[in-house]
């Protein structure tokens, strides 16, 4: 590649970068004006990874500039550094979410989930307490389940309807513990479960309580997550062959960088 179109290429991109750095940290500022402390809790996340992109940006977008070979030195070792923990990332999603999936019952259209199905990785997370304490607290505030009743007015309407992970696990008991359906949001407890399974007696007509504390809605949330997990992994393989090229551009502009250094001395 020449050395006039590998710096030009090197150029543009970085100052793209750094205008989405920009927008990311703008998005991170837009979160911290939240009140609700999940969206909030991400806005040093958020904040850091749009000054890190800013950085290698700012350093690629000089030494494509300047044609300075000891900056796009680092911004080389910098991208090169991103590509590993990409790769790395991505073969430990694909691996993490490997396991779980849904169970098929009769009379639904949607699946329902248990806990021991999926990896211990994810094990591991929901049932630490502070972990779930944080979550079960984002579940709540989401009005997720308190939704239902005002989306299926009617019995028919929510025993036809095709619920989510996190609503089938978190806003109603398990299949098997035989609770008769009221309406969407109210189960007749009354009843005596025909399922000795834990999560019968943990549930509970409350809009704070419902089965937040059941393993099925950890099971729905871990769901949840292997989905996103994956999306994320197949966005991140995407990514790794976009700045892989980005990467062999950038070693044309060092080198050429180089070659004008050595001729100028």
Known sequence: MGMGTSNFVIRWINFLTMLLAIAVAIFGVWMSTHHDGCRKSLTLPVLGLGGFIFLVSMIGFLGALKKNAILLWIYLILLCMILVAILVFTVLAFIITNNGSGHNVSGLR??????????????????????WKRLKSCLVKSEDCNNLAKQYKTLKQYKMAKLTPIEAGCCRPPSECGYPVVNASYYDLSFHPVSS?????????????????????????????????????????ALFVVLSIIYFVGCCARRNAGRTRQCKV
């Open 110 to 131: 949607y699946k329902e989930y248990q806990l021991k199905d999926y990896s211990s990785w994810f094990l591991k997370q929901l049932n630490n307490t502070d972990n």
């Open 197 to 237: 399974n834990e999560d019968c007696k943990l549930y509970k007509n409350s809009r704070v309580v419902k089965c937040y504390n059941c393993d099925s809605c950890k099971a729905g949330v871990a769901q949840y997550m292997k989905t996103e997990w994956r999306v994320v992994a197949i966005f991140n393989l």
